[in-house]
């Protein structure tokens, strides 16, 4: 099993749509956690990134964190064409060696 | 300011042939990592540098990996001698040591 578990989809939503992406982990030491967005050839990009659990909102970006259930979340609200990408959530538990989930490809159509 | 450098970015070779990827980080930055991402996968830590030593290399396969970061600034990762399962995409990243890492485009490897 991996420690951080993703899907990879592909998601496929019109414009304008709240989209929802999620991972799952096992490892409890986790504190640090983030999304990236990865553009097709592109390196990864830092979209968000929280400590411990919570909310953390930034423009059309929310990111939730449940230490408790182990599992973290990536909203964006009024999604637009340009949010098309694949969305990576990362972790660590201080050491910054970062744990990347598979990543999910995510489309939104005009 | 300038973001972490790459090159080459596209890379054709033999199996067996070596190869080599260099990487500038942002000015500043004591960490820098190389990690390897193969296609429709999330990027895998290979090794990890804080200024110029190699605090983390437990996933570099290093019969055939070397890594090296002269001076505590650029890095090149070398494969001599490079087989068919190493075509992938093998980012670099850099950071100021607070775990919010900055990529660089990668160097996209591709081996017949």
């Known amino acids: 099993q991996k420690e951080v578990e993703q899907d990879p989809g592909p998601l496929s939503v019109p414009e304008g749509a709240i989209v929802s992406l999620n991972c799952t982990y096992s490892?409890?030491?986790?504190?640090?956690f983030m999304w990236y967005r990865q553009y097709s050839r592109k390196g990864p990009e830092l979209l968000m990134y929280t400590y411990s659990s919570g909310n953390k909102e930034d423009g059309r970006f929310t990111a939730q964190v449940d230490k408790s259930s182990k599992y973290i979340s990536l909203f964006i609200r009024d999604s637009q064409p340009s949010d098309s990408a694949t969305y990576l959530c990362a972790m660590s538990g201080g050491a910054q060696k970062l744990v990347f989930g598979q990543g999910t490809r995510l489309t939104i159509n005009p | 300011e300038a973001g972490v450098v790459q090159s080459p970015r596209y890379k054709i070779i033999e199996k067996k042939q070596p190869v080599a990827f260099w990487c500038n980080p942002i000015?500043?930055?004591?960490?820098l990592y190389w990690y390897l991402q193969n296609l429709g996968q999330g990027p895998e830590l290979l090794i990890r540098?804080?200024?110029?030593?190699?605090?983390?290399d437990s996933q570099l396969p290093k019969d055939r990996f070397s890594a090296e970061r002269l001076k505590g600034v650029d890095s090149t990762l070398k494969i001599q001698p490079a087989e068919l399962g190493d075509s992938a995409v093998y980012l670099c990243?850099?950071?100021?040591?607070?775990?919010?890492?900055?990529f660089g485009e990668g160097s996209r490897l591709t081996v017949l």
């Open positions: 990243a850099s950071s100021l040591g607070t775990g919010e890492l900055f």
């Open positions: 490892n409890s030491a986790f504190q640090y």
């Open positions: 540098y804080e200024n110029e030593e190699a605090v983390d």
């Open positions: 000015s500043g930055h004591n960490t």
